[in-house]
Antibody
Framework: QVQLVESGGGVVQPGGSLRLSCAAS????????MHWVRQAPGKGLEWVTY????????YNADSVRGRFTISRDISKNTLYLQMNSLRAEDTAVYYC?????????????WGQGTLVTVSS | QTVVTQEPSFSVSPGGTVTLTCGLS?????????PSWYQQTPGQAPRTLIY???TRSSGVPDRFSGSILGNKAALTITGAQADDESDYYC??????????FGGGTKLTVL
């Protein structure tokens, strides 16, 4: 069965950096695009970033462009999110999600999330 | 900036039918936006219900259905049950590698 397990969350000061990981199993990781989606406390879901199955293209929401970078390591079946210049408004639970593939442009499996708190 | 709109809240009686919608602040939603729907209960990760407008995700009961109604995407729940009480989110693919979520609908079953 598909499993996505996020890690790397924690408390960081404004302006700091953090790297999140998402360990994937139960599917051919190299064949699917992957996303990060976040949810601020008490708020709705916000799409953050996407990487194609082969890593050839990456896309970001305006709110994180220039600060966050998505990447993947096929050999480790792991997705990453490098977050720099963190702001208080980046405080959220971060979910990794598998793209459903086949050109359907949606998410089919989700991890349980990891909490990032940006605070001094 | 394009905003994806959803009803903030909705209520349905047990056994009843409810239709939640997903629209655009400017323009109409069509299948080319690949609308999808997600259910989330407090403290839990989202669960995929519907993708590509009307395809049910694996294990989702057939009382959940997706469609285009007029100029919006729609999620219809027939025979509502108590455990359908959740937040429901739609997301639209805007093209050029950009997805936008709606603000979510809090569904109450009472």
């Amino acid at each position: 069965q598909v499993q996505l397990v996020e890690s790397g969350g924690g408390v960081v000061q404004p302006g700091g950096s953090l790297r999140l990981s998402c360990a994937a199993s139960g599917f051919t990781f190299s064949s699917y695009g992957m996303h990060w989606v976040r949810q601020a406390p008490g708020k709705g879901l916000e799409w953050v970033t996407y990487i194609r199955y082969d890593g050839s293209n990456k896309y970001n929401a305006d709110s994180v462009r220039g600060r966050f970078t998505i990447s993947r390591d096929i050999s480790k079946n792991t997705l990453y999110l490098q977050m720099n210049s963190l702001r208080a408004e980046d405080t959220a639970v971060y979910y990794c999600a598998k793209d459903s593939g086949g050109g359907t442009c949606s998410f089919d499996y989700w991890g349980q999330g990891t909490l990032v708190t940006v605070s001094s | 900036q394009t905003v994806v709109t959803q009803e903030p809240s909705f209520s349905v009686s047990p056994g009843g039918t409810v239709t939640l919608t997903c629209g655009l602040s400017s323009g109409s939603v069509s299948t080319t936006y690949y609308p999808s729907w997600y259910q989330q209960t407090p403290g839990q990760a989202p669960r995929t219900l519907i993708y590509n407008t009307n395809t049910r995700s694996s294990g989702v009961p057939d009382r959940f259905s997706g469609s285009i109604l007029g100029n919006k995407a729609a999620l219809t729940i027939t025979g509502a049950q108590a455990d359908d009480e959740s937040d429901y989110y739609c997301v639209l693919y805007m093209g050029s590698g950009i997805w936008v979520f709606g603000g979510g609908t809090k569904l109450t079953v009472l």
